[in-house]
């Protein structure tokens, strides 16, 4: 016992250190370097119960190719698994947050032992069904690596076993779960009943009502006095750098950045086609008939299953983990909005990384909180130049990503020749 729970300690030991150099910038003892640390304190948990970028766009973006060797940050897991549905040859996936990596290891044993697509969907499309403890016992449990086990069968602040969050909603837990849940309130506070817009029939009746019921509300003078302080995204995950990216946007102001983004969630795509909007808005998946992530539809699962080995899940941060790969040997990266947290040095320590273990051809994509390359005049020219950034791509990317949070979509190809 003494062993595992050093082994536990350890393990976040690892998640506060890699939090710190990720996230801390400022002095402990500047304002900013407070919150700073109050946010790596926030995201030592559970951050994300789903993952909020589109893993549709992301697989379009990356053209995968069955001999390929794909490096993700996991996040929730989600993309990862859904990523495994274009049939890569391997993929690696590397989080920061131990709670994270318990996550989507969990998602990948569920793959291989739940006894039905149905068992599956009960645990992760509805993830409110005390049937889910049962087969986590029976079925899941003896699946998983020990540190991952301890963590799931580890008791809350609560006194509750952690996996029993799926038979009481598992996605409303969570950093991202209990801000939806305080989003929710607020709305309520201000007047507004998100029930009509998911009764919507059309894109037309969709814009109709959030106009008339939803936007007054996100103009109201109280959100947007709150929204004047980062701490009111944390919820988001999104730390003091990222904040500072979207006060700069356009020189607006981040409650009118809010406001477009929430606008364009619930008013540029049909419902039944997002299942980010069902997320964001009515706080769980539809059906299993409506639209799903890619890995928990039904006629995906028999992939996923026979796939799962293929994925290897680290608790380590992308630059460490690529330090020890051989040139050349990775074909695709995807970084999701991690670079938004990083310095020029951060940046270009990644870069020369990269650089060096992409393929001929490799794809990398990532996402900013606000409309900017990033890369130019922060990582030299000497790498940036064996890279093609594809604009027209980027920007449509951008446009047809159903999430709708981020400001920019971004494709990086390897040159063949500089």
């Given at each position: 016992?003494?062993?595992?729970?050093?082994?536990?300690?350890?393990?976040?030991?690892?998640?506060?250190?890699?939090?710190?150099?990720?996230?801390?910038?400022?002095?402990?003892?500047?304002?900013?370097?407070?919150?700073?640390?109050?946010?790596?304190?926030?995201?030592?948990?559970?951050?994300?119960?789903?993952?909020?970028?589109?893993?549709?766009?992301?697989?379009?973006?990356?053209?995968?190719?069955?001999?390929?060797?794909?490096?993700?940050?996991?996040?929730?897991?989600?993309?990862?698994?859904?990523?495994?549905?274009?049939?890569?040859?391997?993929?690696?996936?590397?989080?920061?947050?131990?709670?994270?990596?318990?996550?989507t290891r969990l998602k990948l044993a569920a793959a291989r032992?739940?006894?039905?697509?149905?068992?599956?969907?009960?645990?992760?499309?509805?993830?409110?069904?005390?049937?889910?403890?049962?087969?986590?016992?029976?079925?899941?449990?003896?699946?998983?690596?020990?540190?991952?086990?301890?963590?799931?069968?580890?008791?809350?602040?609560?006194?509750?076993?952690?996996?029993?969050?799926?038979?009481?909603?598992?996605?409303?837990?969570?950093?991202?779960?209990?801000?939806?849940?305080?989003?929710?309130?607020?709305?309520?506070?201000?007047?507004?009943?998100?029930?009509?817009?998911?009764?919507?029939?059309?894109?037309?009746?969709?814009?109709?009502?959030?106009?008339?019921?939803?936007?007054?509300?996100?103009?109201?003078?109280?959100?947007?006095?709150?929204?004047?302080?980062?701490?009111?995204?944390?919820?988001?995950?999104?730390?003091?750098?990222?904040?500072?990216?979207?006060?700069?946007?356009?020189?607006?102001?981040?409650?009118?950045?809010?406001?477009?983004?929430?606008?364009?969630?619930?008013?540029?795509?049909?419902?039944?086609?997002?299942?980010?909007?069902?997320?964001?808005?009515?706080?769980?998946?539809?059906?299993?008939?409506?639209?799903?992530?890619?890995?928990?539809?039904?006629?995906?699962?028999?992939?996923?299953?026979?796939?799962?080995?293929?994925?290897?899940?680290?608790?380590?941060?992308?630059?460490?983990?690529?330090?020890?790969?051989?040139?050349?040997?990775?074909?695709?990266?995807?970084?999701?909005?991690?670079?938004?947290?990083?310095?020029?040095?951060?940046?270009?320590?990644?870069?020369?990384?990269?650089?060096?273990?992409?393929?001929?051809?490799?794809?990398?994509?990532?996402?900013?909180?606000?409309?900017?390359?990033?890369?130019?005049?922060?990582?030299?020219?000497?790498?940036?130049?064996?890279?093609?950034?594809?604009?027209?791509?980027?920007?449509?990317?951008?446009?047809?990503?159903?999430?709708?949070?981020?400001?920019?979509?971004?494709?990086?190809?390897?040159?063949?020749?500089?």
């Open positions: 016992m003494t062993a595992m729970l050093a082994k536990d300690e350890a393990i976040r030991r690892t998640t506060s250190s890699g939090l710190g150099k990720a996230v801390h910038r400022d002095s402990a003892f500047s304002l900013t370097g407070m919150r700073e640390r109050v946010f790596t304190t926030a995201f030592h948990r559970l951050v994300y119960p789903q993952i909020w970028e589109d893993p549709v766009i992301d697989m379009e973006a990356l053209r995968i190719q069955p001999g390929d060797h794909l490096v993700a940050i996991a996040s929730g897991g989600c993309n990862i698994l859904s990523y495994l549905t274009a049939n890569p040859a391997r993929i690696t996936a590397l989080d920061l947050n131990h709670t994270h990596i318990a996550l032992g739940a006894p039905s697509w149905r068992h599956f969907a009960d645990f992760f499309v509805h993830a409110d069904r005390a049937s889910n403890i049962k087969m986590y016992d029976d079925h899941l449990d003896g699946l998983l690596d020990p540190a991952t086990r301890r963590y799931w069968q580890g008791r809350s602040l609560f006194g509750r076993r952690r996996i029993s969050a799926f038979a009481r909603g598992f996605y409303r837990t969570g950093l991202l779960g209990r801000f939806l849940g305080l989003t929710h309130w607020l709305a309520h506070f201000l007047g507004v009943d998100f029930r009509a817009l998911m009764d919507a029939q059309s894109l037309d009746e969709q814009r109709r009502i959030f106009e008339t019921n939803i936007a007054p509300a996100l103009q109201h003078r109280l959100l947007r006095f709150l929204l004047k302080y980062p701490v009111s995204l944390y919820g988001l995950g999104i730390p003091p750098a990222q904040y500072a990216a979207l006060s700069s946007h356009g020189s607006q102001a981040v409650a009118d950045v809010i406001f477009q983004r929430v606008r364009r969630l619930a008013c540029d795509f049909p419902l039944r086609d997002n299942y980010f909007a069902w997320q964001a808005f009515a706080r769980r998946y539809e059906s299993e008939t409506a639209s799903l992530p890619p890995y928990l539809q039904e006629k995906h699962f028999a992939d996923i299953r026979a796939r799962t080995e293929r994925v290897d899940v680290q608790h380590q941060s992308l630059t460490e983990f690529l330090t020890l790969c051989p040139d050349r040997s990775m074909h695709c990266f995807v970084l999701l909005d991690a670079q938004d947290w990083m310095n020029d040095r951060q940046l270009t320590e990644l870069w020369q990384e990269i650089e060096r273990c992409a393929a001929f051809g490799a794809r990398v994509i990532f996402r900013t909180a606000a409309d900017e390359r990033l890369l130019p005049g922060r990582v030299p020219e000497r790498i940036l130049r064996f890279w093609y950034y594809d604009t027209e791509v980027s920007h449509e990317m951008a446009h047809r990503d159903r999430s709708s949070i981020y400001g920019g979509f971004h494709l990086y190809t390897r040159k063949v020749t500089p």
